[in-house]
């Protein structure tokens, strides 16, 4: 969401500065700045969790438990990632 809010902001800034409002398109280009690095930010979150996953090979729990030791299980691989992405 926030690389559309990014560009969003860029447009704002664009026909503030057609129209002479330095000071309105300078304030629009900050914002654009920070939803631009929000959004590398979430990118950089998901690339660490694809990582995390793809390190310690994560599979599915066996076929043959039940569904509370299928909760059990992907709620404590998410815990761990959670940790280790400092997230917790």
């Known amino acids: ?3 559309a809010e990014a ?6 800034a664009r026909e503030h ?3 002479g409002h330095d000071y309105d398109a300078a304030q629009a280009t ?6 631009a ?3 590398l930010a979430d990118e ?3 690339a660490n969790l694809i990582a995390a ?8 729990p066996a076929a043959n438990c039940t569904t509370a ?3 059990a299980y992907w709620n404590g691989i998410a815990d761990t990632i959670t940790q280790r992405l400092g997230l917790a």
């Open 53 to 60: 996953f793809e390190r310690d090979a994560i599979s599915a």
């Open 44 to 46: 950089q979150r998901t």
């Open 69 to 71: 030791e299928r909760h």
């Open 17 to 19: 500065r057609r129209n």
């Open 37 to 39: 690095t929000l959004a």
């Open 7 to 12: 560009h969003a902001a860029l447009e704002v």
């Open 30 to 35: 900050a914002l654009a700045q920070v939803h």
């Open 1 to 3: 969401m926030s690389a």
